[in-house]
């Protein structure tokens, strides 16, 4: 009985030292952990908002050179959805969307 009470304690004081030596590694680490994580993050989400503003780049510089060129189908089509023009003689209707 003496030999399996030497054991109990035993485990439980390898257990103290792991717990104990897992418990400083996360104090001392631990704020450096989570600052790595949220670094991590914030790159993925930096990342793919570059990655979505690159794509409007691209998009904004097509219709510069558009403009650029004059080209009236384009300037027509902005004249009509941007500015609600309409060319003599035509009647624009507009309806209400819910």
């Given at each position: 009985?003496?030999?399996?009470?030497?054991?109990?304690?035993?485990?439980?004081?390898?257990?103290?030292v792991?717990?104990?030596?897992?418990?400083?590694?996360?104090?001392f680490?631990?704020?450096?952990?989570?600052?790595?994580?949220?670094n991590?993050?914030e790159?993925k989400?930096?990342?793919?908002?570059?990655?979505?503003?690159?794509?409007?780049?691209?998009?904004?510089?097509?219709?510069?050179?558009?403009l650029?060129?004059?080209?009236?189908?384009?300037?027509e089509?902005?004249?009509?959805?941007?500015?609600?023009?309409?060319?003599?003689?035509?009647?624009?209707?507009?309806?209400?969307?819910?």
């Amino acid at each position: 009985m003496s030999d399996l009470i030497h054991k109990i304690k035993l485990k439980k004081e390898i257990l103290f030292v792991i717990l104990g030596g897992t418990a400083l590694v996360c104090w001392f680490l631990g704020s450096s952990f989570i600052s790595l994580v949220h670094n991590k993050l914030e790159f993925k989400r930096l990342t793919r908002l570059s990655a979505q503003l690159d794509q409007e780049h691209e998009q904004l510089v097509q219709k510069l050179e558009l403009l650029k060129k004059q080209d009236p189908v384009y300037l027509e089509r902005v004249a009509r959805v941007q500015y609600h023009m309409s060319a003599p003689g035509e009647k624009e209707f507009r309806f209400q969307t819910k």
